[in-house]
């Protein structure tokens, strides 16, 4: 349903809790195998969960390397601070 330019579904909750994200919305954010819940005192959002690779594109692989470098680095830090 759309409501001012927003779209709206109305989705079933399983008995576990579990919701089918239609197929519109998973195809329109590319929402592959995990996303991300939000929850704050009046909402709850759904964010696409993002590989490095997904949003650095070509230099993924690059960025990766220098985000572990990173945290290696602050490992260290810890360590030394100890």
């Known amino acids: 349903m759309i409501e001012g330019g927003i779209l ?13 994200i239609p197929v519109e919305v998973r195809r329109k ?21 993002r590989s490095l690779e997904e949003l650095f594109g070509v230099d993924g692989e690059a960025m990766r390397e220098v985000a572990k470098e990173i945290v290696e680095e602050r490992l260290e830090e810890i360590k030394r601070e100890k």
Request: proline share 3%; glycine share 6%.
């Open 29 to 49: 954010f590319n929402i592959g195998d995990k996303v991300v819940i939000i929850v704050d005192e009046n909402s709850i959002r759904i964010i696409p969960l």
């Open 8 to 20: 709206r579904y109305v989705v079933k909750v399983s008995k576990k809790g579990q919701i089918v």
